[in-house]
């Protein structure tokens, strides 16, 4: 797709089984246009590797929603045009597919107890002012790039007395965790911990958080995310996009294994750190802080023996 740092107001228009047609207008940066992308990339395949994903098309301003199974998406239709660029040795590729392991990933739902769950909310809002913007580690740096990653952070959580308990019960899932990635026998003795807060438009563009360049971040072996909100929840998307580890696809590419994992109130899910993912766009109609998509983001680190 285009690889242009200017932002610009993008109308979608989408065609699915049956003839509906739907518009919206997008920002280029769009998690959700990189989405239909890969929708119409699975779309004529076979066997698919994964079922349908719900997608959610803003309407009317974001005051309402068209809902639909990528698998239904024919033809999505941009102007001015979206440009997918072609990669060098993409017909060796189609001729010769190569089968792609699914992105592992543990869930476990009901994580805390429902007290504790409702405690945690509270704790968040009653905290509102001291979020700030969040940022990205570039050069060493921790720097806010709003075009890469928007949503706000409260890294105070770090030094409360949720941080323990959280890491007090991933430590009764540990064994499950770890096998389920990969990670046999895996302890910790080094952890990060903080809450985030994701509203209207907020996203975060596909990354890994490791890098074994990045001395701040090479230590990560096990991320994970932690979903709380308001009941019934005032959001959509939000969703958490897991990619599979060939790094050299681009997320439209029909060679790539992609899972959407949608937030769900009380859900932890874990990952390897090393693993491509974003966060897709929220829509929140109210813009209110009290409706947004929460999460308590951690990392583990390897015991160092």
């Keep these: 797709m285009e690889n242009n740092n200017t932002i610009r107001n993008i109308e979608v228009e989408v065609t699915l089984k049956g003839g509906q047609v739907h518009a919206c207008i997008l920002p280029s940066n769009s998690p959700l246009l990189h989405e239909l992308y890969v929708a119409l990339a699975h779309g004529d395949r076979p066997d698919p590797p994964q079922p349908g994903i719900l ?6 301003g974001g005051t309402a929603a068209v809902s639909f199974l990528s698998t239904s998406l024919v033809s999505v239709t941009t102007k001015p045009a979206v ?3 072609p990669q060098q040795g993409a017909a060796a590729s189609q001729n010769s597919p190569v089968a792609l392991k699914p992105p592992a990933y543990f869930r476990i739902d009901d994580f805390l107890t429902p007290d504790e769950n409702s405690k945690l909310l509270e704790y968040a809002l009653a905290n509102e002012e001291n979020f700030e913007g969040s940022s990205v580690i570039t050069d060493k740096q921790r720097r806010p790039n709003p075009q890469f990653r928007k949503s706000r952070v409260l890294f105070s959580i770090h030094k409360m007395k949720w941080r323990q308990v959280f890491i007090n019960r991933i430590k009764l ?14 302890q910790f003795d080094d952890n990060e911990v903080q809450l985030t807060a994701s509203n209207d438009g907020d996203f975060f563009k596909r990354h890994a958080d490791s890098d074994r ?15 709380f909100h308001q009941t019934p929840k005032p959001y959509a998307g939000g969703d958490l996009l897991l990619y599979s580890e060939d790094a050299s696809r681009p997320a439209y590419d029909s060679g790539s294994n992609v899972i959407a994992i949608a937030p769900q109130n009380n859900c932890l899910v874990a990952f390897a750190s090393h693993l491509l993912h974003e966060v897709d766009m929220v829509r929140c109609p109210s813009g209110k802080f009290t409706d947004s998509r929460f999460t308590i983001n951690g990392w583990l680190r390897r015991e160092v023996s």
């Excluded at 997608?55 to 009317?60: A, E, V, Y």
């Design 83 to 85: 440009l997918i660029q």
């Design 213 to 227: 360049n990045s001395a701040e971040v090479s230590g990560r072996i096990i991320t994970f995310v932690y979903y």
């Design 55 to 60: 997608l959610q098309l803003p309407l009317q």
């Design 173 to 186: 899932h540990l064994p499950q965790i770890a096998s389920a990635l990969g990670e046999e026998n895996f």
